[in-house]
């Protein structure tokens, strides 16, 4: 779809899939289906969470909401600048609620430190992170994450919800990307 852009396939739809369910079985055994704090409120940070937080939604076995919040550190380049920006907050108050941040990706891990600090202010009865993927090597400071999916190499990752420049969003597995179509390289 993307002719060449793609050098290798990382993590298949089907490997997606499976920790999908098993990231729901998990999260959906320390959330009682009637919790006094009401349903699980899933805030889904757009736009790169999009596609995992839709499928985890569908595979958790107990009522959630969601709810989205789009930040963004990244513009078009490759690495994070460490200065997020919300482009929309959340239209709902979360206070003595039950939320659960739902990100595709840590990398530096600046976005989500400053995203736990930012709704922790906002009184919350827990908050907790649940992300598809991290790349341990890349983390510029400390977050703690209850729920990961899959520890990565420190490449660029593109599909599934990840974009390089808002392309590739759309694939439905995560591929790595080839160096040609960020720069530099010419085969
Ligand atoms: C990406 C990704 C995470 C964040 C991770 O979002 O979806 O939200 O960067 O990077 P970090 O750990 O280094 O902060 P981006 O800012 O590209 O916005 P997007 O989700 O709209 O693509
Ligand atoms: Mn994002
Ligand atoms: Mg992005």
Do not use: C
């Not at 990231?23 to 289906?33: T, V």
């Not at 341990?136 to 420190?154: C, H, K, M, W, Y």
């Amino acid at each position: 779809m993307y002719g060449d852009d793609i050098a290798s396939v990382l993590i298949t739809e089907e490997e997606i899939e499976a920790k999908v369910s098993e990231l729901a079985e998990l999260i959906s055994k320390r959330y009682p289906a009637d919790a006094p704090e009401g349903d699980l409120l899933l805030v889904g940070v757009l736009k790169g969470a999009i596609f995992f937080m839709t499928d985890l939604a569908k595979a958790l076995p107990i009522p959630t909401q969601l709810e989205f919040m789009a930040v963004s550190s990244y513009g078009s380049s490759t690495s994070s600048s460490g200065v997020v920006r919300i482009m929309k907050d959340l239209d709902k108050d979360i206070a003595g609620r039950n939320v659960l941040i739902v990100e595709d990706i840590i990398d530096s891990g600046l976005t989500l430190s400053w995203l736990m600090r930012n709704l922790s202010t906002r009184n919350p009865a827990s908050l907790e992170v649940v992300t598809l993927l991290r790349k341990p090597d890349a983390l510029r400071t400390q977050v703690e994450v209850a729920n990961v999916g899959f520890d990565i190499p420190s490449e660029f990752v593109v599909g599934y919800g990840l974009d390089y420049a808002e392309r590739y969003r759309d694939l439905p597995y995560i591929g790595t990307l080839h160096p040609r179509v960020y720069g530099g390289e010419t085969d």
